[in-house]
């Protein structure tokens, strides 16, 4: 939501489904660049990105934007009522900056539905126990919005973006990406985990749980858009070996040299790590050598700086050798359900990137993907070898 033409634009999709005899409730999201304005503004008045203050302020652009959806749909002619994450009953935990919703009462928007109206409801906020307004984390509207559509048992939850869909890769790094008609949900959980930024995971995560009818569609065009399915207990024997690549730059690695090869070492580093509420991803340990070994792994960018501080700390008091760190990696992934009745699949994605010249840093692999850290310099070389490798910008799944 850009403007107010383009508020005109999404309230014409709403009447569209009213006029198909639906009853609508929309979640919106703050107006285009409004989230990052106000979280500038909140930093430069002493804010973090924990702070209560900043939950206020930076929750305040989809009050906007509901606001003025409401207007846009009553100058219409179709009755609506604007309502806010308290107003509807969205209780968090106290996490600021990346809240969690605990439970939501339908009560309120069902009742405004049997009054016939639009219920257009602020995205990416909450409330928690003790009255104060929390956010979701970023892109936390999605999450609202299949929240939401759980708690009302809505038959259908579809999620407008700037993308027509969930595609083979980026498409602003792989020309020849395609659009996919539909996606499972354990790969579209790996899929916004390794990088990809089509939904925020935690939506993900919960439409799988409460079985939410999941569709991500484009706010500019009209289309079918694709749809997240649940995979049956059988993997089909034509399904796509590989349906996606995904490039994620916003990690960095840690190494620690020379640590003492005895027990209790990686519990004492992880526990540290997170007590801190830093996400650890990948993990290496080398085979030791005259008792000692070296350990790897991989954390968020923007939790760099706090993880080598903890690190560093443990390290000395260990009396490991060293603590090295590298922001310039980027984690490349494979990822398709595929893969399960497939051999190879790992060593076909490892002669890829060597015949390319790249290196592999870290690998970890799960039943459904496949992720390598090279250098960051080889990330988009990367994604397009991968792409071309598994056949992707032509392949087409299985009906
Ligand atoms: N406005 C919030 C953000 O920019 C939430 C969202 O757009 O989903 O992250
Ligand atoms: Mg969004």
């Known amino acids: 939501m850009g403007s107010i033409e383009r508020i005109k634009g999404v309230a014409k999709r709403v009447i569209a489904e009213k006029k198909n005899k639906n009853d609508v409730v929309v979640v919106v999201s703050a107006m285009s660049g ?17 702070n209560l203050e900043t939950d206020m302020i930076i929750s305040s652009g989809e009050q906007v934007s509901s606001g003025l959806l409401s207007l846009v749909l009553k100058s219409e002619g179709y009755d609506s009522v604007p309502l806010l994450g308290h107003q509807v009953r969205i209780t968090t935990d106290e996490v600021h900056g990346k809240a969690r919703i605990a439970r939501i009462d339908g009560e309120n928007i069902n009742k405004e539905l049997s009054r016939g109206k639009i219920a257009v409801i602020a995205g990416f906020q909450g409330i928690n126990r003790d009255g104060f307004i929390t956010t979701l984390g970023r892109g936390g509207s999605d999450t609202t919005a299949v929240a939401i ?23 602003s790094l792989v020309p020849d990406a395609r659009r996919l008609d539909s996606v499972y949900f354990d790969e579209m959980i790996e899929m916004s985990s390794l990088g990809a930024k089509v939904l925020q ?28 399915k649940f995979l049956g207990e059988k993997i089909d024997m034509e399904e796509l070996e590989v349906s996606s690549v995904a490039c ?13 090869d005895k027990p209790g070492i990686a519990a004492k580093i992880f526990s540290k790590i997170s007590e801190a509420n830093i996400v650890v991803d990948m993990i290496i340990q080398n085979i030791s050598v005259h008792g000692f070994t070296d ?16 690190t560093s700390k443990i390290a000395g008091e260990l009396k490991a050798k060293e603590v090295i760190s590298d922001d310039k990696i980027a984690k490349i992934s494979v990822i398709g359900v595929g893969m399960r009745n497939h051999y190879g699949t790992a060593s076909t994605m490892f002669k890829a990137l060597s015949k390319e010249n790249i290196n592999i840093m870290m690998i970890s692999t799960s039943e459904i993907k496949i992720s390598c850290v090279i250098d960051a310099r080889y ?13 992707l910008g032509k392949a087409k799944r299985p009906k």
């Open 34 to 50: 409004e989230t990052n304005r106000l979280l500038d503004l909140a930093f430069q008045a002493g804010g973090t990105a924990d």
């Open 149 to 171: 559509a759980a708690a009302i048992k809505a038959d259908r939850c579809d999620i407008y973006t700037d993308v027509d869909g969930v595609y083979t890769a980026d498409p």
């Open 201 to 228: 995971i935690r939506s993900v995560e919960f439409a799988m749980k409460y079985r939410v009818n999941l569709f991500v569609k484009s706010t500019f065009v009209e289309g079918p858009g694709t749809q997240i």
């Open 248 to 260: 994620d730059k916003d990690e960095a690695k840690i190494s620690i040299r020379g640590v003492p």
């Open 295 to 310: 350990l790897t792994f991989t954390v968020s960018k923007k939790d760099l700086k706090k993880s080598l501080a903890i």
């Open 379 to 391: 990330a988009e070389h990367a994604t397009r070898v991968l792409h071309d490798t598994f056949g």
